[in-house]
């Protein structure tokens, strides 16, 4: 199947310090990409949609300015989050799909903490 | 509004015992179903998935499902569970006719006892 990683798997970092978050698509080209949270044993809740080329879909209540998406090749989405505080601590899981594909592929997640 | 319900929050279940996970959803269209399994601190295997067809689905790991419409449910099912079952079970729908963004369910976490 379909490959995704992630990069880092795990930071820690001081408040106020981005962290920047990468998802690649290992063996295929990956026109869309996802952006989940998952907060400790909670579901994963979306939070922004990105299009290669194009800017983010970002959910309600997620702060676009915040969570810096940036999907700017076919293999490659990035997350930043700017000025992280302590509450944005937290499982960060990317997944892609490719053109005319319905199933989206996950990595294996990556978990942020702020201090 | 779209929404996934997995009633249990916590099953145990003994090695070599049978396991049914259930999953409702509501939505009006027609879904695109999944079942997705995440071990502790990983990401998610995608287990199977239902598009159309066959209502009875066949997955990895000899996992099943099967959709109901008439139900709105979409129930995980395995005739043995072995140890290595143990872990955090998602049932997703898919929001649109490309199947993109995934609404999931609260997950039911999977225990297997000796």
């Known amino acids: 199947g379909a490959v995704v990683s992630q990069h880092p798997s795990r930071v820690i970092c001081k408040s106020g310090t981005s962290v920047k978050i990468e998802c690649r698509s290992l063996?295929?080209?990956?026109?869309?990409m996802f952006w989940y949270r998952q907060f400790p044993k909670q579901s994963l809740m979306l939070m922004a949609t990105s299009n290669e080329g194009s800017k983010a879909t970002y959910e309600q209540g997620v702060e676009k300015d915040k969570f810096l998406i940036n999907h700017a090749s076919l293999t490659l989405s990035t997350l930043t989050v700017t000025s992280a505080h302590p509450e944005d601590s937290s499982f960060y899981i990317c997944?892609?799909?490719?053109?005319?594909?319905?199933?989206?592929?996950f990595g294996p997640g990556t978990r942020l903490l702020v201090l | 509004a779209q929404s996934v319900t997995q009633p249990d929050i916590h099953i145990t279940v003994s090695e070599g015992a049978s396991l049914e996970l259930r999953c409702n959803y509501s939505?009006?269209?027609?879904?695109?179903l999944f079942w997705y399994v995440q071990s502790p601190g990983q990401g998610l295997q995608l287990l199977l998935k239902y598009f159309s067809g066959d209502t009875l689905v066949q997955g990895i790991k000899g996992f099943e499902a099967e959709f109901k419409r008439s139900q709105s449910s979409f129930n995980l099912r395995k005739p043995s569970v072995h140890w290595s079952d143990a872990a955090e079970y998602f049932c997703a729908v898919g929001l649109n006719q490309a199947g993109t963004a995934l609404i999931f369910g609260k997950g039911t976490t999977l225990s297997v006892s000796s």
């Open positions: 997944s892609a799909r490719g053109l005319r594909e319905e199933t989206q592929y």
């Open positions: 939505y009006g269209a027609t879904p695109y």
């Open positions: 063996d295929f080209q990956a026109t869309t």
